[in-house]
């Protein structure tokens, strides 16, 4: 299978889960340290992953390399997980042009070329599946910050899933989406340090008392991705605790 994003949050998490699940994993990132780390980690526990670093998912080119590689290297591919993406936040009134088109480039057209360089693959294997990484800004509004590009991007995720759903269903090829809100990653952990960050009163304020972990949302990924859910297809999970629904 195929990871995007895998050198930290919630791509190394699924990494770890799917590799522990008996999957053969091919991540990639722009991090080359961190994807590494992520591969050692998944050896040492016994599973088996590779990895290329950096790749530019945002380019045809790089996506078209790495997922070259992979299929070569394991004769095809059953599972895509669109794990990565990069977003610029902060209010309308300063977003500019070149923040516009980076998150644009780098939350939904490697998506995009990801899936369009593995298309033929998991087409021709029957029974894949394609999970896209969206979010709850693509429904909602109002969240921790401003980011009017990020939850553009990710409403295109979830509409572009649905139309890969109806592509793919000719080929036995399922595409699902899951929409995380507020989750722990090492970024996000850095604003907890602060004390006095507003992040403070969204986790206090949560009905389960706490934001999510990566690895709650990889769970959710694994699910979709297995036999269990082998009747779901075009549909989005929202992966927020039942945080909409005291908001």
Same mark, same amino acid.
């Given at each position: 299978?195929?990871?995007?994003?895998?050198?930290?949050?919630?791509?190394?998490?699924?990494?770890?889960?799917?590799?522990? %699940?008996?999957?053969?994993?091919?991540?990639?990132?722009?991090?080359?340290?961190?994807?590494?780390?992520? +591969?050692?980690?998944? !050896?040492?526990?016994?599973?088996?992953?590779?990895?290329?670093?950096?790749?530019?998912?945002?380019?045809?080119?790089?996506?078209?390399?790495?997922?070259?590689?992979?299929?070569? #290297?394991?004769?095809? +591919?059953?599972?895509?997980?669109?794990?990565?993406?990069?977003?610029?936040?902060?209010?309308?009134?300063?977003?500019?042009?070149?923040?516009?088109? &980076? =998150?644009?480039?780098? %939350?939904?057209?490697?998506?995009? =070329?990801?899936?369009?360089?593995?298309?033929?693959?998991?087409?021709?294997?029957?029974?894949?599946?394609?999970?896209?990484? #969206?979010?709850?800004?693509?429904? !909602?509004?109002?969240? &921790?910050?401003?980011?009017?590009?990020?939850?553009?991007?990710?409403?295109?995720?979830?509409? &572009?899933?649905?139309?890969?759903?109806?592509?793919?269903?000719?080929?036995?090829? !399922?595409?699902?989406?899951?929409?995380?809100?507020?989750?722990? =990653? *090492?970024?996000?952990?850095?604003?907890?340090?602060?004390?006095?960050?507003?992040?403070? %009163?969204?986790? !206090?304020?949560?009905?389960?008392?706490?934001?999510?972990?990566? %690895?709650? +949302?990889?769970?959710?990924?694994?699910?979709?991705?297995?036999?269990? #859910?082998?009747?779901?297809?075009?549909? *989005?999970?929202?992966?927020?605790?039942?945080?909409?629904?005291?908001?």
């Amino acid at each position: 299978m195929l990871i995007t994003g895998t050198a930290g949050g919630q791509g190394r998490a699924a990494a770890e889960l799917f590799c522990a %699940e008996g999957a053969r994993v091919v991540g990639c990132d722009l991090n080359a340290a961190g994807a590494q780390e992520t +591969v050692s980690r998944v !050896r040492a526990a016994g599973g088996e992953m590779t990895s290329m670093a950096p790749v530019d998912l945002a380019t045809p080119e790089g996506a078209g390399e790495w997922v070259s590689a992979a299929v070569a #290297a394991y004769d095809g +591919v059953d599972v895509l997980y669109n794990n990565a993406g990069v977003p610029r936040v902060g209010p309308f009134e300063d977003l500019t042009w070149e923040d516009w088109r &980076f =998150t644009i480039s780098n %939350e939904l057209d490697l998506i995009y =070329t990801v899936t369009k360089a593995a298309w033929p693959a998991l087409c021709a294997r029957g029974g894949a599946t394609v999970i896209n990484t #969206a979010s709850v800004s693509g429904y !909602r509004g109002v969240a &921790f910050a401003p980011q009017a590009a990020h939850g553009a991007a990710k409403g295109g995720v979830l509409s &572009f899933t649905r139309h890969l759903a109806a592509a793919g269903a000719p080929h036995r090829v !399922r595409a699902n989406s899951i929409s995380p809100a507020l989750t722990v =990653t *090492d970024q996000i952990r850095r604003f907890l340090e602060d004390p006095d960050h507003p992040m403070h %009163e969204i986790r !206090r304020n949560h009905p389960l008392g706490r934001l999510a972990d990566p %690895e709650d +949302v990889a769970r959710v990924a694994l699910f979709l991705a297995s036999d269990d #859910a082998a009747y779901l297809n075009a549909i *989005d999970i929202v992966i927020d605790g039942g945080q909409t629904a005291i908001d």
